[in-house]
């Protein structure tokens, strides 16, 4: 029996609802349906997501815009109504995750980590309010607190992983590549990249074990699914709206 089915077996009605509606706007293929079975029998339906700030091409300056950031500014409309759908069911809530160290680690910028992170603090206690009342927004940095500051060491395992290169390998030659990759041209910056996102999806499932994480990047998006569990199980990844 597919994973899916299994988990549509055991699921409480209610939590059969939230499935048929998951399942209606799933645009792509659910990762982990026996982890979204559980996420979706919990009381509260808590969905997350990762919006990286704006930032300018030229230099290293962020917009000082929560709105302009990556997720808020493509999806927000949508991930709302999806809310909105599901809530007469079960209360939900949305954590948009601010990735305020992604400048440094991926983008390669010198400026201050301390700078960078303080502007990301300030858009979020200039904009925050202006999202719905059942939204919240955190930065990475404050994830990676929770978890224990051991981003390196996760990093650092896969970085050595021969499942890893393959991967890497994968992701260089899909159809669709970073910008920033085609300039560089280089391995070591896609291998980076996959040892982050493996990185990044162990913390989720350790700090928000019952969460969904939504995945609307364009990017190579089956690719990026693998990243997140090349380390074990991830959370359960939906795609309603790339």
Same mark, same amino acid.
Request: hydrophobic share 40%; proline share 6%.
């Given at each position: ?22 399942? $209606?706007? =799933?645009? %792509? ?7 979204? %079975? ?11 997501? /990762? ?6 091409? =030229? ?8 709105? #302009?950031?990556?997720?808020?500014? *493509?999806?927000? %409309? ?8 599901? !809530? ?32 990301? *603090?300030? !858009?979020? =206690? ?20 929770? &978890? ?6 996760? &990093? $650092? ?24 990759? #085609? ?17 990044? %999806? ?16 364009? $990017? ?8 997140? &569990? ?10 309603? /709206?790339?």
């Amino acid at each position: 029996m597919k994973p899916e089915r299994r988990m549509e077996k055991n699921l409480s009605n209610r939590a059969k609802q939230i499935w048929e509606i998951v399942r $209606n706007w =799933e645009i %792509g293929e659910v990762v982990n349906p026996l982890a979204l %079975g559980k996420a979706l029998e919990q009381s509260q339906i808590e969905f997350i997501a /990762f919006s990286c700030p704006a930032s300018s091409k =030229e230099k290293e300056d962020l917009e000082p815009n929560l709105m #302009r950031s990556l997720f808020l500014e *493509r999806c927000k %409309g949508e991930m709302q109504n999806l809310a909105d759908v599901i !809530m007469p069911i079960k209360p939900v809530r949305v954590t948009i995750i601010l990735s305020d160290l992604e400048p440094r680690r991926t983008w390669g910028w010198q400026m201050p980590q301390s700078e960078i992170t303080g502007m990301c *603090r300030l !858009m979020i =206690e200039e904009k925050a309010m202006l999202l719905p009342p059942n939204w919240q927004v955190m930065l990475w940095s404050q994830v990676e607190a929770r &978890y224990g500051n051991n981003y390196t060491q996760l &990093y $650092n395992q896969v970085m050595q992983s021969a499942h890893a290169r393959r991967l890497a390998d994968e992701y260089r030659k899909s159809e669709i590549q970073l910008t920033r990759f #085609r300039r560089s041209g280089k391995q070591e910056y896609v291998l980076g990249k996959v040892a982050q996102y493996a990185a990044e %999806g162990q913390i989720l499932r350790r700090v928000f074990p019952d969460a969904i994480l939504v995945q609307c990047e364009s $990017n190579a998006p089956l690719v990026k699914d693998k990243m997140y &569990y090349l380390l074990g199980e991830s959370l359960p990844i939906i795609h309603p /709206f790339m």
